[in-house]
């Protein structure tokens, strides 16, 4: 049996961290469902950036949407959710089989309202009514900033995926939020089911410190971070305030591992994916991880519900000099930050072809 195959049947969701026209246009991403066990896919605007820029698939409706006089951010969004809904059509069939646990999509507010609640809450509400997709995911940043706007979303009854988040502090406070949401709409007599997933990074935690460690400790930090992050995941789920939720028909948030690509080139193409196999999780992959895990990955032992010897390997790190706490918090800002860029880079791009384009079909 294929590994992808292993994993879908132990319980974990294998999604796609990737979005393109051509991923659609090919047939590629219904290849991936139907043989890699994929069933949801991640998208952010470094994705979109590198669709945009590096090919023409986007290159005639960017000349429709500019003849109708879309520019900048609101003809990226146009582009985003023709994409995803068309992804979210293809996943549509398992998102109904499993009564809307799994087979969502992702979309991102603009990273710009990272620390702006009060926006973040009309972006997330308005990109969702606008997709009209069940299972779409509006994703909101972990921030301090996001978490009053990730309890109002889901009050809302807006599915949000929460992105950003890289310590158990950050991951608990996310999984409270959304526990909020939930529990006001069950006091307001609400249906209490809102589909939501907080999503932990693991590889930056290594990149971070691959030049500040003994080789010993070399890529082991992001696995004792998700081994503490997992302990506190299943006990939020055992927990009395979660389990009265669940009597009232809520369903809890799931944890999804992101960031799951290895950086190191001397380590496995598979570190992550294997180390993180666990149960009632998601996994969202970067494509060239996916194909190297059905092609020669192996699940072995899962995740241990206690976090193993989490511990014990984060205090070798301690001892090596390594706050974990404030590089948790430095993680999640300097993750902002690069969002930002990200997207400024990305809106630059749809600028220099949207103009291009229009000056070529003006010759």
């Not at 082991?220 to 299943?234: C, E, N």
């Not at 789920?237 to 389990?243: A, H, T, V, Y």
């Amino acid at each position: 049996m294929k590994a992808t195959k292993a994993l879908h049947d132990l319980g974990q969701s294998i999604w796609l961290d990737n979005i393109t026209r051509n991923l659609l246009d090919s047939g590629t991403l219904a290849h991936y469902i139907d043989e890699l066990s994929v069933t949801g896919l991640t998208s952010n605007p470094t994705i979109f950036d590198q669709a945009i820029k590096n090919s023409k698939d986007y290159d005639a409706a960017i000349v429709e949407k500019v003849k109708a006089g879309k520019s900048g951010e609101a003809l990226f969004f146009e582009l985003a959710i023709e994409d995803l809904t068309r992804a979210a059509g293809l996943f549509r069939k398992v998102h109904d089989q499993t009564a809307g646990v799994d087979g969502f999509v992702s979309l991102e507010v603009s990273p710009l309202l990272a620390y702006d609640t009060a926006s973040t809450l009309t972006a997330a509400k308005e990109l969702h009514a606008r997709a009209g997709q069940p299972n779409l995911f509006i994703k909101i940043p972990g921030t301090k900033e996001g978490l009053p706007a990730i309890e109002e979303a889901i009050f809302a009854g807006v599915p949000i995926n929460v992105t950003l988040l890289f310590s158990a502090d950050q991951y608990v406070a996310a999984a409270e939020a959304y526990m909020r949401g939930i529990e006001r709409r069950i006091e307001a007599g609400l249906h209490p089911v809102v589909g939501s997933v907080a999503s932990v990074f693991i590889s930056r935690w290594d990149g971070a410190v691959a030049s500040k460690v003994p080789e010993g400790l070399r890529n082991k930090l992001g696995i004792a971070a998700a081994g503490r992050i997992y302990k506190a995941y299943r006990e939020l789920l055992g927990s009395p305030k979660w389990q009265r939720a669940f009597n009232f028909g809520a369903r809890p948030q799931r944890l999804l591992w992101a960031s799951t690509g290895t950086k190191d080139p001397k380590a496995s193409d598979v570190l992550y994916i294997e180390a993180l196999a666990s149960p009632f999780t998601v996994n969202t992959m970067p494509e060239g991880t996916l194909k190297a895990m059905y092609d020669h990955g192996n699940v072995g032992a899962i995740m241990a519900p206690d976090g193993g010897d989490c511990e014990t390997v984060l205090a070798e790190f301690a001892q090596a000099g390594i706050d974990v706490d404030a590089l948790a918090a430095k993680l999640q800002s300097d993750g902002a930050k690069s969002f930002v860029q990200s997207w400024n880079e990305l809106l630059e791009v749809i600028s220099t072809k949207s103009a291009d384009l229009k000056t070529a079909v003006a010759h």
